[in-house]
């Protein structure tokens, strides 16, 4: 009887063990899938882009100097602001060379009346020549005086010229259209023709960016390229976030430097962004982006599909089972927040969109179909005709 108790104890304490051990199993097998949003890779016509570095430089800068000496009177521009050309910015003191031209012009009247008297004895010797009154000698001596005459009256005007002309220089005003710095000399100093540097000028309508690409770069990528081509670049200035300003190529080097195997070629961009009010300013640090024309078919995916597995770039894509699986990929030139791949993945490959956060390798999941957004994402040159566009880059 008792052997029989305790065989049946022994079977509910098994029964019991069997049942806790399957729960959890039965638990696991009814967890649902994780759904995971995942797209379709794109395939899409793009073109390589290079990165350089510049500084950006005026096409005119002026380092403002008197034409005479004297001293300043008036400062009449206010530091940094816009000035055009003509405007009055310094003001010497004009009486000495006014002093100056007065006293020529006095000459002048003087030398105009002696040379009116010449004129008159020289014809007068003539008809008295005629009429054998004075001798050949004494009307060539009056003809002579005549020529003295003209030519001292021709250096009395040129000398007037010349004051004038001084006189106008006292009134120092802007040669070219742009922005003023401050002044170095102020009033009541006295400045030195040609020596003194009264202030700065650079122009702003437009701004030069000069940088140096590699000659095997040059060779590979951009040959066909000249000026008159005037190939599209962005730039963008140190502190923005975004490639803004839209410019091209206008001046490229008749010669490869032998000693940096590179070639100096210029960008223009207008002065300042056609929509917002974004000055550009000489000696602004500068990064130009150029594209290559070569245009290509490339796998396009979202930046934070992609992982990282030590030195290892890798994507996770969905087989046919709905299961994860590694792909190591090589990455290309980004787009916005958008990527090109340049080996590792096909058309047609599905992908984990949000990358391997919450997943890994070898899990099942729920897929979720969504969309690769390339909005306003220019990925040729062709499709950057709004500066919009190149925003996103």
Known sequence: MSKNIFMAAILTLSLAITGCAEEPEQKKAAQPLQAIDVAEVLVKPVQNWHIYTSRLESPQDVALMPRVSGVINHIAFKEGDDVKEGDLLFQ???????????????????AKAALGQAKSEAKRAIRLTAQKAISEEQ???RT?????????????????????????????????????????????????????????????????????????????????????????????????????????????????NPSTGTLRVRAIFEGKHKQVNDQL????????????????????????????????????????NNILEYKLVEMGEGYGK???????????????????????????????????DTSDIAFTLSAMGDVSLIAKY
């Open 281 to 320: 300013r000489a000696g602004s640090f500068a990064r130009i982006k150029l594209a290559a024309n070569a245009i290509t078919k490339q796998i396009i995916i979202p930046e934070r599909a992609i992982g990282t597995d030590l030195k290892n770039r890798f994507v996770l894509t969905v087989d046919k």
């Open 139 to 141: 009307a060539e001596s």
């Open 144 to 256: 002579s005086i005549l020529h003295q005459r003209e030519a001292q009256l021709a250096a009395l005007q040129a000398q007037l010229t010349s004051a004038e002309l001084d006189l106008a220089f006292t009134a120092i005003r802007s040669p070219i259209n742009g922005v003023i710095s401050r002044a170095n000399i102020t009033r009541g100093n006295n400045v030195l023709a040609g020596q003194s540097i009264l202030t700065s000028i650079v122009s702003n309508h437009e701004m030069y960016a000069y940088f140096d690409i590699d000659e095997r770069t040059w060779n590979s990528s951009f040959a066909d390229i000249t000026a008159a081509s005037k190939q599209q670049v962005v730039m963008q200035k140190l502190g923005q976030k975004h490639f803004s300003h839209e410019g091209y190529i206008n001046f490229i080097d008749n010669r490869i």
């Open 92 to 110: 010497l003191d004009d009486r000495p060379f006014a002093a100056v031209v007065a006293s020529l012009e006095a000459q002048i009247l003087s």
């Open 338 to 372: 958008l990527r090109a791949i340049t080996a590792g993945l096909s058309k047609g490959d599905i992908i984990a969109v949000n990358g391997p956060a919450r997943v890994g390798p070898g899990m099942p999941i729920k897929p979720r179909t969504v969309a690769i």
